[in-house]
T-cell receptor, first 114, second 112 residues
Framework: NAGVTQTPKFRVLKTGQSMTLLCAQD?????MYWYRQDPGMGLRLIHY???????AKGEVPDGYNVSRLKKQNFLLGLESAAPSQTSVYFC?????????????FGQGTRLTVV | AQKVTQAQTEISVVEKEDVTLDCVYE???????LFWYKQPPSGELVFLIR??????QNEISGRYSWNFQKSTSSFNFTITASQVVDSAVYFC?????????FGGGTRLMVKP
């Protein structure tokens, strides 16, 4: 019972490099989210998706792009990494369009940009 | 827009003490949901409770209890007889309009 799986778990990038974080869920959830967690700031929503083929901006979308080509996968891309993007990234999914379902989170990806 | 404020950034207690984590939220929606998540040192996020805006009944689950007061926009979380395993960061969240917004978190340290 995998739930939400994030790949990779750790990564170090040089400024200006690009990378893609992969999130996969096996619960057939409609909603998927990408958050970043920084000390003292809780989790902030980067982008989210309400279904296959759809994406929307969250609170802090600049510098990131996303795609949801398949229902089970939600990709987060950094085209040109900056030190300000050093953070822990969490992917989450939830079952329905209703607000009352809890989100299930992946284990997180610790990204360092040097 | 919605916002969650957890004014206590860090709390330190001795085992067996009771502790209350404060949460104040803001939303213009009349229908919304409130959540608490726990993040232990291992880093994963664990769902603890969900409460909708129409249900102001307090809830108790073992040593955990939650006090929802719509009049003050607060959703406080109390741990009774704290244990070392309760040491974690706790997040309060509000969901209105399909966006889950987190507070800054409260780091709870329970010392033996």
């Amino acid at each position: 019972n995998a739930g939400v799986t994030q790949t990779p778990k750790f990564r170090v990038l040089k400024t200006g490099q690009s990378m893609t974080l992969l999130c996969a869920q096996d619960m057939n959830h409609e909603y998927m989210y990408w958050y970043r967690q920084d000390p003292g700031m809780g989790l902030r929503l980067i982008h989210y998706s309400v279904g296959e083929g759809t994406t929307a901006k969250g609170e802090v979308p600049d510098g990131y792009n996303v795609s949801r080509l398949k229902k089970q996968n939600f990709l987060l891309g950094l085209e040109s990494a900056a030190p300000s993007q050093t953070s822990v990234y969490f992917c989450a999914s939830s079952a329905t369009v209703y607000m009352n379902t809890e989100a299930f989170f992946g284990q997180g990806t610790r990204l360092t940009v040097v | 827009a919605q916002k969650v404020t957890q004014a206590q950034t860090e709390i330190s207690v001795v085992e067996k003490e009771d502790v209350t984590l404060d949460c104040v939220y803001e939303t213009r929606d009349t229908t919304y949901y409130l959540f608490w998540y726990k993040q232990p040192p291992s880093g994963e996020l664990v769902f603890l409770i969900r409460r909708n805006s129409f249900d102001e009944q307090n809830e108790i689950s073992g040593r955990y209890s939650w006090n929802f007061q719509k009049s003050t926009s607060s959703f406080n979380f109390t741990i009774t007889a704290s244990q070392v395993v309760d040491s974690a960061v706790y997040f309060c969240c509000v969901n209105a309009g399909n966006m889950l917004t987190f507070g800054g978190g409260t780091r709870l340290m329970v010392k033996p």
